[in-house]
């Protein structure tokens, strides 16, 4: 197997691939597109396969749209936020832990991103309940009168939402905190820097790659998450996942479903191309 | 090495107990003796579990579920070692948008996934289908099985290989003798990733899925969205216990911080 012997080996070696991607990835995605322009008939539930704009008007002039969508990315940025928050210190402290603890800790940390979501969320639907564990908790502690529930809010939804996704921003946090020279933070130490101005100088701008690969993860995959906010926030907070479950099993009208999964394809990816352009350009240096 | 100071220590248990919270109020609930769902519980009781045995519709799904991704990630993983072994092993035009191919579901959120293999599988007659749902998933865990197999293959040493071939070994026998057994890990590890996150796919197959080819946490999904039961606590406990046996594995196999680096 000489490098480069043939030309087309490579070719022939990822043909079976490549050819699985387009028939099953290129042409659902080329389908979904051509389906977005089509017409949905109200009076015989068939679609009208005539070209136009009209689903993505609806979606985008729309008010009722506009919140569904506002939420949805709203919630995006508050968990990434959050995800920042408490997932680069945990990746920090972590990674200053000695063994065993550390690796127990980590397995105990990112192992839940191999537990199914909806065993997660059922978890937070028993802890938000009236009847559930916080509820009961606040009242003990007197810091509640009556029985409170975050199911159906924006609150339970973003703390649910935080627990599934901040896994992944450890990870990236702490794949790139194994690329510090710890020599570096203890030349700076001895030299009179203080433990803030270490952090601040020397931690900070090294593991900002991995913050922000973090981000960009966590974003992308709360604008799209569906089960927790379909159970977390039920048809009080409809998210754009949701909203196009409905039209696709519930009102039937595929067309606009498809428009608005097309739309949330599109919003997502020039928001994450956008964030990586901004980021290349200013830490062109830290990557390689 | 310094140590964690108390600031840390505090902040790292709140962390970690907010992490094992919901875990471990799915498991409190699932050994409640009582015919409802409160919490804290009282009492320990199997009940929940002997229950689950009444619903052969889970246990049907669960069937289903198992048989979906050991297919899928079997057709996955040897679709993405030649793949794999392209990428890895040429420089050719064209290389670096093929990997961007083969690693394109990642960027596409499931629900986009969803509707567009429902829009296909119903126009070419595979909706509803094993069929349909396995390519599906072939698609959406081919991602991850390129990713292992490729780490193993770029991290491999060539020289056994390259001795092979001098003394007259055919590439062929190259490959089956000594190529394959040194990425095996890569390979294993690969399969158990794609199979536990075809296991666990809920935002795509629900589009998918038809009754006859419903999977575990779709109808843990469709039983959630009608009541919160201790019964389904009881099959989410299970599932835990299950997906932790399968976790120990893949950190023994691979080392479980290499193979999640790229999940996502």
Redesign the interface.
Known sequence: ????SR?N??????A???A??AA??G???V??VM?SFYQFDYSTGGIQPAFSFTNYLDVLSDSYFHKIFGRTFGVALLVTVVCIL?GV??AY??N???NPWKSI???????????????????????F?S???IS?ALQWLGLADGPVSLMFTMTGMTI?LV?VL???MV??V??SLQRLD?QVEDAALSLGASQMTVLRRIVLPQVMPGILSGSM?VF??T?????TP??IGGRRMKV??TT??DE??STLN?PL??AI??V??VA??VIIMSYNRLIERRYARVFE | ????GLV??V??TL??A?????????IA?SFTGKGY????TDGLSLRWFRTILDYPGFIDAFWMSLYLGTAASTIAVS??V??A???G????TG?EA?TA??L??L???????G??????FN?IGLSGTFIGIT??H??MV?PYAIRLVLASVTGMPRDA?QAA?TLGAS?WT??RRI?LPLILPGIAGGWLLAF?TS??E??MS??VASPETMTL?VR??HH??QT?DPL??AI?TL??VG??A??VL??RLYG??RV??G??
């Open positions: 197997m000489a490098d480069g030309d080996a490579p070719w022939f070696l990822s079976p691939g490549l699985l991607f099953l990835l042409a659902p995605l389908l979904t389906l408490i210190p945990e402290v972590l200053r832990m000695r800790f980590l397995l105990i940390v990112i192992g839940p991103l191999l537990i199914s979501v909806i065993v997660r969320t059922l978890g937070w639907a028993l802890l309940g009847q559930g564990g009961t649910a627990h901040v896994p992944f990870l990236a702490w794949a710890p993860i992308s995959l604008a799209s998450a569906f089960a379909s159970i754009v996942a196009a479950y696709y099993l595929w479903g498809a999964a097309i949330l394809l997502t990816a | 090495m310094r140590r964690n840390s220590l902040f790292h962390f970690i907010f992490i094992l919270a919901p875990l471990l109020a799915v609930v769902l409160s919490l804290p679709v993405a030649p793949a072994i392209a990428i092993r040429y420089e050719f290389r093929v191919v083969f394109s579901p960027m596409i959120p499931s629900v986009v996934l509707v567009s293999f429902l829009r296909f126009q390519l599906a072939v698609i081919m290989e071939a590439n190259v490959f190529t536990i296991f666990d809920v935002t629900i589009f946490p843990m999904y959630i969205a919160i389904i606590a989410s599932l835990m997906t932790v399968l976790l893949l950190d479980l911080d999640l680096v999940k996502g």
